[in-house]
């Protein structure tokens, strides 16, 4: 996701590692959290961001997967972590690097010459084609009210491209992926693709998305109102379009998730804390997501510091390749033994704690506003609530939309939760009456952007997120009574992880880009 986020979400729903409905928050204990709180100050969370600052400045602005820069981030969190005592390893896997290199251009040529906004496509191909424009036959004007465009998801929606002259396809967002509509142009004979966006509300400005997987030839981005203006003039006579993308794409680049767990707490009962460590390839993702890293950093120091005892064992991880497509968080989730994979009862996600228009969003452990998480994931969403609650500040649900690296857990089975202080969405009035901030400005306005360094943090957010992370963490870590009502913390087995496992669907979204 750069700036476009609405598509069909399905989170996949997997045989529960539980089986017990979700019972009342009161299934997790109380536990005071105030001595750690106090000790995870916001001056501790900037002490690690200003690191990561350093780290991208030093190489190339950027802290991506298959970059130097995540490299030496992943180097810095293992010492980090190493220093404070715990036990850390670096789990290494392969993923499809893609980075834009230049910005992409689209122009008409004629018969009237217009230059276009437009986006690459995440892993498009590079190239500079100049050639007609060839619209596919089963383009929807005006749009349905829903969406129902099948405009390029069959090879027979193309006609064949010529052999012998460039030509363009002109495809209509719709109800299959990208890389089917991008693959079915190609294997036409077309020299690169144009998706304009569907046209209902929340699909019809400049689409920008990922195809998950490198195709050869170019393949941008328009808003609908541009589609369709190119749609009508084909009608009219030839139309010669202009298009230029310049892109790298490895198949086999090498990241790494760091991991790193207390020596104490019981083996047999796990609750794994997730930041991805990552940044996108146009700007250093100090907010999107060192604010994360930074703050499991600070609250792992003090758990340390303090000499805390935890009853469950904790194992933070700082996932690599989410921005690619939540790979990291799928290679732990699919590497793990069935018998390993029993032992988690929990996860924990922190994606995004200082945007600077903020708001306080808890998942939707309980599926008021979306689908629900695995059972215990309502208990995970009420410790976060009612500590705001009784802080006196207020929250608002964030739907599991499988947008970050819970998904891969939820999809096993596993009760997950988490916070997050909002990305590219305008925030509405009623936001800004309760939280402050502006109105009808992004919750970050630099996400996914170079501007998201240390000075585009809200240093309040990150000390009211800080503490909450705190909270829910040590929480966990801590209570006898586990996360349902008969006071288990799960009720699985090596058999029922598989089944989990074996059931796991594939995501509707790559990271945080849109794939439909």
Request: net charge negative; with cysteine.
């Amino acid at each position: 996701m750069r700036r476009l986020s609405v598509g069909t979400v399905a989170v996949a729903t997997a045989v529960a590692l539980a089986t017990a409905t979700a019972g009342p928050a009161a299934a997790v204990d109380n536990v005071n959290t105030k001595k750690l709180r106090d000790a995870v100050t916001v001056g501790g969370i900037l002490a690690h961001e200003r690191v990561l600052q350093r780290i991208a400045n030093q190489n190339g602005g950027i802290r991506a997967s298959g970059t130097p820069g995540f490299t030496a981030s992943a180097a810095y969190v293992t010492q980090t972590m190493k220093a404070a005592g715990y036990r850390v390893t670096e789990q290494p896997f392969t993923f499809p690097f893609y980075q834009e290199l230049a910005d992409p251009e689209l122009s008409q040529v004629s018969p009237t010459a217009t230059d276009y906004q437009t986006n690459t496509l995440d892993y498009s191909g590079s190239g500079d084609v100049t050639g007609t424009l060839v619209p596919t036959n089963d383009i929807i004007i005006p749009p349905s009210a829903t969406p129902s465009s099948t405009s390029g998801c069959e090879p027979s929606d193309f006609v064949p491209a010529s052999a012998t002259q460039p030509q363009v396809a002109l495809v209509q967002r719709g109800t299959c992926n990208f890389v089917v509509k991008a693959k079915n142009a190609a294997a036409a004979g077309y020299d690169a693709v144009i998706i304009f966006n569907e046209g209902q509300p929340g699909r019809d400005g400049l689409l920008s998305g990922t195809l998950g997987e490198a195709v050869e030839i170019p393949v941008v981005g328009v808003s609908f109102a541009d589609g369709a203006a190119l749609y009508a003039a084909t009608r009219s006579g030839p139309v010669t379009m202009h298009v230029v993308t310049s892109t790298e794409n490895r198949a086999d680049a090498v990241t790494s998730n760091v991991i790193a767990e207390t020596k104490g707490g019981d083996p047999n009962k796990v609750i794994v804390v997730g930041a991805h460590l990552d940044s996108v390839t146009k700007g250093p993702g100090i907010n999107d997501n060192g604010s994360g890293t930074s703050t499991l950093l600070a609250v792992a120091q003090q758990i340390s510091a303090l000499k805390l005892a935890p009853r469950q064992k904790v194992r933070f991880i700082f996932f690599g390749a989410e921005e690619s497509g939540l790979l990291g968080s799928e290679h732990y989730v699919n590497a793990l033994s069935d018998v390993d994979l029993s032992k988690i009862y929990a996860n924990l996600n922190f994606d995004m704690l200082g945007s600077p228009n903020y708001v306080r969003f808890v998942y939707d452990g309980s599926g008021s506003i979306g689908p629900a998480g695995p059972p215990g994931s309502a208990q995970i969403e009420t410790v976060f609530t009612d500590y705001f609650a009784g802080q006196g500040l207020a929250t608002e649900q964030k739907e599991f939309d499988g947008r970050s690296d819970y998904d891969p857990f939820i999809t096993a089975g596993i009760p997950a939760g988490g916070l997050d202080s909002g990305a590219e969405v305008l925030k509405t009035p009623e936001q800004a009456a309760i939280y402050g901030g502006t109105a009808g400005v992004p919750y970050d306005i630099c996400y996914h952007e170079a501007c998201d360094t240390v000075s585009n943090l809200n240093t309040k957010a990150l000390a009211e997120l800080g503490d909450g992370a705190a909270h829910g963490i040590w929480t966990l870590a801590k209570t006898k009574s586990g996360l349902f009502e008969d006071g288990s913390f799960r009720v699985a087995s090596p058999k029922a992880a598989a089944k989990a496992k074996a059931s796991v669907k594939a995501f509707t979204y790559q990271g945080h880009q849109a794939v439909r």
